[in-house]
């Protein structure tokens, strides 16, 4: 029965292909015949072949479910990520990210936001592959989020690129295969100190976010493929103890060789010895479903005052506040009783510090019945900041803001119970309100499960504790602010907070 249903839908997209008429090669973007295709973890936008969404749903759809049985549900658990499906390079190009004041030069990319993550692509031209190498890689950090606060760099991109290779075949996914640009330059430049890999941060010369093709890069994949699937079995076998060395707080250098019981000198000569080997074999991972089956999904047609939000949405998350704001005017002249204009104009408010304009815009998406999660919780997070006091500290809130900002805040979770950030203001409030410590502290933690990258909620978590008198157990949840790779200002809170843990 499922397998009929897939296959209806199926057939179902490719009616909409169908009925759907070529644009003008002069059309403008938003009167394009737009196309939403949802799937489990994302929803498609494009105006671009039908045919190629699919294929890219299903890609994305089988790297997601593998990596979900390899770690768990709870891994990919997250609001559905956006992903716009632009028809050519010409066409993204308005909608790139600025690097020096300019479109980066990139065909891909991934936003990883506070509220909504999206991926933005062209499509290839007519004979081409779709390569979506720099997708997997950037949709690998997201799910490795967990490790993000204790990983060192070059872990972190050495398994993005470890698994920006993944393909499959039936019930068995591969990753780390060879990438020929790193070993070509592997070949041709000394490999970098350990020390200095190492001691890369996000700031460093070598790290360049924008090309992944220098020799931070490509050692960074060799020394994590070396560690996952090369020819010494005891380094394979542990490898694992690294992170969990890392999660017990030592430091990058002190966890590597004690887990790997070797020291860096040895651990150089032995990956210069594996890079002249020559021999990198990928990685089989063997899952209980078979990948290749098609996707479940649904399609809808999107209306011209849609495409505008989406593309004015699209900017905004990218920090391009001024080229956003006329698709939001555009999309309120196409739908002047649609909530999405006023949504668009109320998020933009918001990004601009208007919180007063944001607020009206706001409320009036919700007027009109805004059935987006993020309206909702911004809605509340900007009431919430205007009753704050001079120095921004929150205190006891009486009626009626304090049931606007409670009934939002459940709105939002009621229609998107997995965002996290929903979880954590609703959780602060009621711990602020005072009136059921329980219910704030089980938000707070289900915060920090849906969102273990976000050191910051660990903050509200002491704080709750401290009101519970149970001063051990906040000391105990701000001992990872205190480490190194904390950032600086949670770690200046965390130290305030035992300051007064111990006047106390």
Request: glycine share 6%; proline share 7%.
């Amino acid at each position: 029965m499922a397998r009929q249903l897939t296959l209806f839908l199926f057939l179902l997209l490719q009616g909409v292909a169908g009925v759907l008429t070529a644009p003008a090669a002069d059309a403008r973007l938003e009167h394009r015949p737009w196309v939403e295709v949802s799937t489990a973890h994302f929803n498609f936008y494009s105006c671009g072949p039908i045919g190629s969404v699919y294929k890219l749903a299903a890609r994305l759809e089988q790297f997601s479910s593998a990596y979900a049985q390899l770690a768990g549900a709870s891994a990919v658990a997250a609001p559905p990520i956006v992903v716009l499906v632009l028809p050519d390079r010409q066409t993204l190009e308005p909608f790139l990210p600025l690097y020096q004041g300019q479109p980066a030069t990139i065909a891909a990319f991934f936003h990883h936001g506070l509220g909504e993550n999206m991926i933005v692509l062209a499509l290839p031209e007519p004979g081409y592959r779709l390569n979506l190498d720099v997708i997997f890689h950037e949709y690998a950090h997201f799910l490795f989020r967990r490790n993000d606060g204790v990983w060192p760099l070059w872990l972190k991109e050495g398994m993005a690129e470890m698994y920006s290779t993944f393909e499959i075949s039936g019930r068995y996914a591969q990753i780390g295969a060879p990438i020929p640009h790193h070993l070509r330059l592997l070949s041709e430049q000394p490999l970098l100190p350990l020390t200095e890999l190492f001691s890369a941060k996000e700031d460093s010369p070598a790290y360049n976010e924008q090309q992944r093709q220098g020799m931070f890069y490509a050692e960074s994949w060799l020394l994590t493929h070396f560690l996952m699937a090369g020819d010494v079995p005891g380094y394979v076998k542990r490898f694992g103890q690294f992170s969990a060395l890392l999660h017990q707080g030592q430091l990058p250098t002190d966890a590597f060789t004690n887990a790997l019981q070797s020291s860096l000198p040895a651990m150089a000569a032995q990956l210069h010895r594996y890079l002249l080997r020559g021999q990198f074999r990928p990685i089989e991972l063997v899952v209980s479903t078979n990948l290749a089956a098609l996707i479940p999904s649904k399609v809808r047609s999107v209306a011209p005052a849609e495409v505008c939000f989406r593309l004015g949405n699209e900017l905004l998350l990218i920090g391009r506040l001024e080229d956003a704001e006329p698709y939001f005017v555009s999309a309120r002249k196409l739908a002047p009783a649609s909530p999405l204009p006023e949504e668009g104009l109320g998020l933009l408010a918001a990004r601009r510090g208007q919180t007063d304009a944001a607020l009206q815009n706001l409320q009036s998406a919700i007027a009109r019945g805004s059935g987006n999660f993020l309206i909702y919780y911004t809605y509340a997070r900007e009431k919430y900041h205007a009753q704050a006091d001079a120095e921004g500290r929150q205190t006891r809130l009486d009626d009626p803001p304090a049931g606007e900002i409670r009934q939002a805040l459940q709105q939002s979770l009621a229609l998107m119970p997995d965002f996290a950030p929903a979880h954590e203001l609703l959780g602060f409030f009621e711990m602020v309100q005072g009136d059921d410590l329980a219910a704030a502290g089980q938000q707070l933690q289900c915060a920090i499960q849906l969102a273990p990258d976000n050191q910051s909620y660990l903050i509200a978590l002491a704080q709750w504790d401290i009101r519970q008198q149970n001063p051990e157990a906040a000391r105990q949840i701000l001992q990872p602010l205190l480490r190194p790779s904390a950032a600086e200002e949670l770690r200046a809170v965390a130290q305030k907070l035992l300051a007064e843990i111990n006047r106390r």
